[in-house]
């Protein structure tokens, strides 16, 4: 994490704002195409060979495969990828939250070019281009939100209340459970773009303990813990002490950020997570 901090101070004014709309509406783009041009999704698929022979668009396209059909459970797990994409945005921060999914991409890419260079030409005859699609990058989002929230409380199938972390959990076993199905049936290769789509997940969880910081509890821990130590920093009877001097945010709009001064800044401004780092220094 040490380094993604480092990249966040340098890069961090490139993170795409309301990334998890922009995924959605890549999922419509192909939907429509399912739609009015099914066969037209063959050309738009992760084929490295194609891309090698000159096919570049690939690299690229390959994101508005979408990940199942369409129906209205596909809509409402849209919906429900929307909400908790935007949730981790705002408590990362835009730019881990963009790294986290770019990177997703980015493994996805470089695992069907291992698969090419492995299976050579029954890359295209297995027709594996169309086993890298961004099922399994969606999926990502649901685990990095139960391993941020594990005792955030949800209704399944509308009806159960469930807490988050044990969806985690079924989908994780699922995953497994797909992975041991096609080694058992000499199928190894289908487990690359599996691997492949959830390694920013294991990058950046199994790597670290930071993510427990962006947790309710710890959040509520660390603002008991300095509402104790520094009552005069905390707002209270609706009177607001921080402020951001970018996007104007309190801590009553937000009780979940955290603010810091700028030292670099010639006066005592203050920012919240999201512009600490990207902001333009006052001289």
């Known amino acids: 994490m040490k380094l993604i901090t480092k990249l966040e101070q340098k890069f961090g004014r490139y993170g795409i704002h309301n990334l998890t709309i922009y995924i959605i509406i890549c999922y419509a783009v192909g939907y429509v195409l399912q739609l009015l041009q099914p066969n037209m999704l063959a050309y738009l698929a992760l084929d490295p060979g194609r891309i090698l022979s000159g096919q570049v668009w690939r690299i690229f396209t390959w994101i508005l495969i979408p990940p199942s059909g369409l129906d209205i459970f596909t809509i409402i797990m849209l919906y429900f990828y929307y909400s908790i994409g935007s949730t981790l945005e705002r408590n990362w921060g835009t730019f881990r939250y963009t790294l986290y999914i770019?990177?997703?991409?980015?493994?996805?890419?470089?695992?069907?070019?291992?698969?090419?260079?492995?299976?050579?030409?029954?890359?295209?005859?297995?027709?594996?281009?169309?086993?890298?699609s961004t099922y399994y990058i969606s999926?990502?989002?649901?685990?990095?939100?139960a391993a941020t929230y594990p005792d955030m409380q949800v209704l399944f199938w509308f009806i159960f209340p469930l807490k988050i972390k044990w969806l985690g959990i079924l989908y994780g076993a699922q995953?497994?459970?797909?992975?041991?199905?096609?080694?058992?049936?000499?199928?190894?290769?289908?487990?690359?773009?599996?691997?492949?789509?959830?390694?920013?997940?294991?990058?950046?969880?199994?790597?670290?303990?930071?993510?427990?910081?962006?947790?309710?509890?710890?959040?509520?821990?660390?603002?008991?813990?300095?509402?104790a130590v520094n009552p005069g920093r905390v707002y209270s009877g609706g009177i607001t002490k921080h402020k951001c001097a970018v996007c104007g945010q309190t801590e009553q709009d937000n009780p979940n950020l955290e603010f810091r001064f700028c030292s670099r800044c010639n006066g005592n401004y203050e920012y919240c997570q999201n512009h600490l780092f990207t902001h333009t220094h006052i001289e």
């Open 102 to 132: 770019l990177s997703g991409l980015f493994f996805t890419i470089i695992g069907a070019f291992a698969l090419y260079f492995l299976v050579g030409n029954m890359y295209s005859v297995l027709n594996l281009g169309m086993a890298f």
């Open 139 to 145: 999926t990502s989002i649901l685990l990095a939100f």
């Open 175 to 227: 995953i497994l459970y797909n992975m041991v199905v096609y080694l058992r049936q000499g199928a190894w290769f289908m487990t690359i773009p599996i691997i492949a789509s959830l390694l920013n997940f294991v990058i950046f969880f199994f790597s670290t303990r930071n993510v427990a910081r962006y947790r309710p509890k710890e959040v509520k821990r660390r603002r008991d813990f300095q509402k």
